[in-house]
């Protein structure tokens, strides 16, 4: 499937106030998402050990240690969040600040995504760490309620892939779907872990018409995205990101710059995978800071003129921008939204259709994602004047 893409766009959205724009967060993990006051005054009270005491030194050394370029080294940043995660209070007080937080960055929905199983070393049962989590994220909607702002949240209950406890986490999702529980992940390490592994799993939430995203196209390639799809039942792909290597882009010039070639036109092949993937709507949770820290896109290069997101938005495929951890890439989505209209000249209907991407992939009941839309639209056309 060859077709011309361009990046021309008529209108920039640079000068706009993105952080009052409604937004939608779809791939945002609990145990990425701490503000570092809290890292360490949890820290404390459990006696664990930081880098440093300090809230803005804490922060940075996230923020270096995550910029390694390499996904092994970045997710090793989790072990001290997680560690201050162990207690009912401490999951209470966390999921409370998380959602504070996407409310001040204008997210009016959010699913938010976690691992119970690796929050039990307080003598927590997988249930009441996830009763614990919703207590906190509906004191957060309380609170973010009391200061004038409206947002909706969702817990998605992950799988290690490594742990091999796939069924009982997605029984775990089942049983609390009518209690804050939106859809199941799995998360970890991808390359060697495919979702082909956890198969009864995936068919057993299939049996109870139960919503299924999956990490893939992240650490590992095309393949992975297919497993993804076939045993894991995907109905959106976590990152998703190197769906782009069964992308063929002809410029003309093969000399241009990456920045050059945003404003070219060139000749786009779809592969086999890419087009099931486009033309299904199968949407990509894309990252794009977390992306470049990781290494997901180096294949690409290493700056955000080569990150292929906007490849993917121009020829069609369900694109939606999300942070990944917030903590550890040191942004928001606002940042996420500026860097992309800095980046690729994005303007205000760019941002509504990357939002709406996002509304339509939610795993909400269509009735639900009707009057999201509406709202979402409403607090756009204002931002218009």
Aim: aromatic residues 6%; hydrophobic residues 45%; contains cysteine.
């Amino acid at each position: 499937m060859t077709e011309p893409l361009t990046s021309e766009n008529t209108a920039s959205a640079a000068g706009l106030d993105i952080r009052s724009l409604p937004k939608v967060s779809l791939h945002d993990h609990l145990d990425g998402g701490l503000r570092p006051a809290t890292i360490i005054e949890l820290a404390a009270a459990v006696g664990h050990d930081l880098p440093s005491t300090d809230p803005v030194a804490l922060g940075q050394w996230f923020r270096d240690s995550a910029d390694s370029g390499s996904l092994v080294r970045y997710l090793e940043t989790f072990d001290h969040t997680i560690a201050v995660m162990q207690t009912r209070d401490g999951l209470i007080r966390v999921a409370r600040e998380f959602v504070e937080d996407l409310a001040e960055d204008g997210v009016v929905y959010g699913e938010v995504r976690w691992a119970p199983e690796q929050h039990l070393r307080g003598g927590l049962s997988l249930d009441e760490a996830v009763e614990a989590v919703q207590e906190g994220l509906e004191q957060g909607v309380e609170a973010a309620e009391q200061q004038g702002r409206l947002i909706q949240v969702g817990q998605l209950i992950t799988a290690m892939r490594h742990a091999d406890r796939a069924m009982e986490i997605a029984e775990l999702a089942v049983r609390h779907r009518d209690r804050g529980v939106v859809g199941f992940d799995i998360a970890g390490a991808e390359d060697g872990f495919p979702p082909s592994r956890f198969k009864d799993a995936f068919t057993y939430l299939a049996e109870q018409q139960f919503p299924a995203t999956v990490h893939a196209g992240e650490a590992a390639g095309v393949e992975s995205i297919v497993d993804a799809l076939v045993h894991g039942r995907a109905l959106r792909l976590g990152h998703g990101v190197r769906i782009a290597e069964d992308i063929e882009v002809d410029f003309e010039d093969e000399e241009l710059t990456a920045q050059e070639q945003n404003a070219d036109v060139g000749m786009v092949t779809l592969g086999r995978v890419a087009a099931w993937v486009r033309d299904r709507g199968i949407a990509l949770e894309i990252c794009p800071s977390s992306n470049l820290q990781t290494g997901a896109v180096s294949g690409f290069g290493e700056s955000i003129y080569e990150h292929p997101i906007d490849l993917l938005f121009q020829t069609g495929f369900q694109v939606t921008v999300n942070t990944d951890n917030r903590l550890m890439s040191g942004v928001s989505l606002t940042d996420e939204f500026e860097l992309l209209v800095e980046t690729f000249d994005y303007d205000l209907d760019d941002i509504l259709e990357l939002t709406m991407n996002a509304v339509n992939a939610a795993f909400l009941p269509l009735e639900e994602r009707e009057v999201l839309a509406a709202y979402i639209t409403e607090g756009f056309t204002a931002a218009r004047g």
